[in-house]
């Protein structure tokens, strides 16, 4: 599996003239396989890692991130977001609650990996899977946006399941994921289910024509028709004439 996807990113590092990739690193599974195979397919000195903590971002997955750079042998960089969401927080009307600053701190973090994409003539990588793809879990133009996605045809247990295989240490396999966008924060616990019952119901439901057979499978489909419009980009009218 690993080569394949390491032919894929080499293929779009070499057409597009590139100079390497940045990458966004949490500390979670997600990012730690998506640098590995980046490492892999281009060496480490074209990988950039960039860690861009909150207030909120707990120090220890930090510390992860930062060892697994070591390990991977790639630059490592940590830049707060703070001073960013200091400037919306500025913005007259501004109103925080934990879904309003999720999203910013998703776009915020996306739009510093350009910059960094840019300056250096990068591309930025993408973390997400196929799991929070379908489902919709991710923001708009924030973790969903990115040159390439390596992982978006993989569920999430094949993530782990990859991650084993590349070496990703076993502290960033067993963490709980997490986007990290408030203190306790668990993907699952927002989702409503564990990763294991919507793997195995979005699996069931491709098989099926997309018809739900059980309550679970009725859940997941929801999800993934109401965030059809993250998947297909804007909605547009037909032109007239």
């Known amino acids: 599996m690993p080569g394949r996807i390491e032919q894929m990113i080499r293929h779009v590092y070499w057409e597009a003239g590139a100079e390497g990739f940045v990458i966004g690193v949490s500390g979670g599974v ?6 590995a195979l980046c490492v892999r397919a281009v060496g480490p000195d074209r990988v950039l890692a960039l860690s861009l903590p909150s207030a909120v971002s707990a120090i220890e997955e930090i510390e992860d991130a930062r060892e697994l750079c070591r390990l991977l042998g790639c630059e490592h960089r940590t830049i707060s977001i703070e001073p960013v969401l200091d400037g919306f927080r500025a913005m007259p009307g501004y109103v925080e609650t934990p879904y309003l600053l999720g999203n910013l701190m998703a776009r915020a973090r996306m739009a510093v990996l350009y910059y960094h994409a840019n300056r250096e003539r990068r591309l930025v990588c993408g973390t997400s899977n196929r799991s929070e793809y379908l489902l919709g879990y991710s923001t708009k133009w924030g973790d969903s946006a990115a040159d390439l996605q390596p992982l978006l045809h993989l569920f999430k247990h ?4 990859l991650g084993s295989e590349l070496g990703v240490p076993q502290r ?3 963490r709980p994921p997490s986007a990290g966008l408030w203190v306790g924060q668990r993907d699952e616990d927002e989702l409503g289910l564990s990763y294991e019952e919507i793997d195995r119901a979005l699996a069931s439901l491709a098989e099926n024509e997309w018809k739900a057979r059980d309550e679970v499978e009725e859940r997941v489909l929801s999800r993934v028709r109401s965030s059809t419009h993250k998947r297909v980009g804007a909605f547009t009218l037909p032109s007239e004439g």
């Open 30 to 35: 997600d990012s730690a396989v998506a640098a």
């Open 158 to 161: 094949e993530v782990y399941r």
């Open 172 to 174: 960033i396999l067993q």
